[in-house]
C-alpha cells in the first residue's frame, strides 16, 4: 500500500556513522508505524528499530539500542536511522518498511510494505 526506497548505504570502518533515508510514496503517510529491519548471512531478517505515528514512541534492538536512532519526518514522507558506532556486526542489507496503524511494533508480521533494501558493510 505504499511504495519505499532506501538510500545511505556504504562500506565504512568500524567506529563510523551512516544514516539512512527511507522514502515513501503515500498520501497517507502518518497513517503507518514503521520500522527498520535488516538482514545477513546466515540468519532471518531481523528487527532493528521502530518507530509509532508521530515519532513519540521508539523500539530498539539490544544490540543498536544506545547506537541507533530511529526518526522520521511526516512532512516529507521519510523515515532515517542514524547508526554510530557501527560494528562489522551491523553488516547487512537494511530495510524500511511499513505497517497500518498507529503504534510501533518489533513484529515483522505487521509490516506489509516493504523498501528493497540497502546495503551496509562495516569493516573492522
Known amino acids: 500500500q505504499v511504495q519505499l526506497i532506501e538510500s545511505g548505504g556504504g562500506l565504512v570502518q568500524a567506529g563510523a556513522s551512516l544514516r539512512l533515508s527511507c522514502a515513501a510514496d503515500t498520501r497517507t503517510f502518518t497513517s503507518y508505524a514503521l520500522a527498520w529491519f535488516r538482514q545477513s548471512p546466515g540468519v532471518g531478517r531481523e528487527s532493528v528499530a521502530a518507530i509509532n505515528w508521530n515519532g513519540d514512541r521508539t523500539h530498539y534492538a539490544d544490540s543498536v539500542k544506545g547506537r541507533f536512532t530511529i526518526s522520521r519526518n511526516n512532512d516529507a514522507n521519510a523515515v532515517y536511522l542514524q547508526m554510530n558506532d557501527l560494528r562489522p556486526g551491523d553488516t547487512a542489507v537494511y530495510y524500511c518498511?511499513?505497517?497500518?496503524?498507529?503504534?510501533?511494533?518489533?513484529?515483522?508480521?505487521?509490516?506489509?510494505?516493504w523498501g528493497p533494501g540497502t546495503q551496509v558493510t562495516v569493516s573492522s
Open positions: 518498511a511499513a505497517g497500518w496503524g498507529s503504534t510501533a511494533t518489533m513484529e515483522v508480521g505487521r509490516y506489509t510494505s
